[in-house]
Nanobody
Framework: QVQLVESGGGLVQPGGSLRLSCAAS?????????VGWYRQSPGKQRELVAD???????NYADSVKGRFTISRDNAKNTVYLRMNSLKPEDTAVYYC??????????WGQGTHVTVSS
């Protein structure tokens, strides 16, 4: 089983930056098919923000391309989401998700990001 703990959320002004962390335990992220960041705003469905495969292939939602970067530190078993040029519409709860080769899915508890002046 995989446990995921997110951190790094907070309040930031428009145009600012944050780095979210997703610390995994229970398995090496190198043995996990894909680790991704999702977000959910009030009244909206949870949506993919970015994910990264075991082979380090990254995928981004169109709304964050060029502003967000997903990366990982294998030694720390952690996946990061660097968010630059933040906009009020980026306000959401951000969740980390791990997808196993066999289809199993694990979620973290989420971290709040608020972009406001």
């Amino acid at each position: 089983q995989v446990q995921l703990v997110e951190s790094g959320g907070g309040l930031v002004q428009p145009g600012g930056s944050l780095r979210l962390s997703c610390a995994a335990s229970g398995r090496s992220i190198l043995n996990i098919n894909t680790v991704g960041w999702y977000r959910q705003s009030p009244g909206k469905q949870r949506e993919l923000v970015a994910d990264i495969t075991r082979g380090a292939s990254a995928n981004y939602a169109d709304s964050v391309k060029g502003r967000f970067t997903i990366s990982r530190d294998n030694a720390k078993n952690t996946v990061y989401l660097r968010m630059n040029s933040l906009k009020p519409e980026d306000t959401a709860v951000y969740y980390c998700r791990a997808l196993e080769d066999w289809g199993g899915v694990y979620w973290g508890q989420g971290t709040h990001v608020t972009v406001s002046s």
